[in-house]
């Protein structure tokens, strides 16, 4: 579990394809203490850490995870948003988040207003029911307050602060973000279909 709060902002070193495709993750995060087979969040998709090196771990990304997710568009030099996983006790300062990415919403538009930028994104029509206004949602495991919904696009407001602490001061129109949808609006639509 997670809260969507990014503590790092990491960088892919390297990407092998072998079975699967196997990342290597510069990051700032004190190495020595991450064990293997801990869970990191990395750009919101959980994965697992197979080997630790002085600044760097490396993660098996399964096909599965490329195919729901934009791991596929990575490249070397890429900066990612990465969340180490809740602990007991931990401060929830964003909404619980499992890591779990339900598919890719597309940047389409973006603004800025006074020092803050608004980003307009599109879901895929299967997640967009999911989404609400004031709700919350996770992109590329930042979690987020949703602006306003029309049909399968939604707005989100970026302030200076999320811009410097995270990725999304980079972000452009026609990338690619990782969607995971609240765990609550799952559960909640899962129990009206039963009805």
């Known amino acids: ?3 969507g709060i990014i503590t790092d902002i990491g960088e892919v070193r390297a990407l092998e394809k072998r079975g699967d495709l196997r990342a290597r993750i510069g990051t700032g995060y ?4 991450i064990d293997l087979g801990a869970s990191i969040a990395s750009d919101g998709v959980c994965l697992t850490v197979i080997e630790i090196g002085p600044d760097w771990y490396d993660v098996e990304i399964s096909a599965e995870t490329v195919s729901k997710t934009n791991l596929g568009d990575w490249e070397i030099g890429k900066r990612v948003n990465l969340e180490r996983a809740l602990k ?7 909404h619980i ?3 779990h990415v339900d598919g890719v919403a597309d940047i389409v538009a973006m603004s800025d207003e006074g020092d803050s930028t608004r980003v307009t994104l599109r879901a895929p029509e299967t997640l967009a029911k999911f989404i609400a206004p004031k709700g919350s949602v996770a992109l590329n495991g930042t979690s987020l307050t949703v602006n306003e919904v029309n049909g399968c696009d939604f707005g989100i407001n ?3 602060h999320t811009k ?6 980079a972000a452009k129109v026609g990338d690619r973000v990782n969607l995971e949808i609240d765990t609550l609006a799952r559960y909640v639509a899962r129990l009206a279909e039963m009805s």
């Open 158 to 160: 970026f302030i200076p």
């Open 164 to 169: 410097d602490a995270t990725t999304w001061g």
């Open 1 to 3: 579990m997670f809260t």
């Open 88 to 94: 007991v006790g931990d401060e929830l300062g964003g």
């Open 30 to 33: 004190d190495t020595g203490t």
């Open 97 to 99: 988040v499992s890591g």
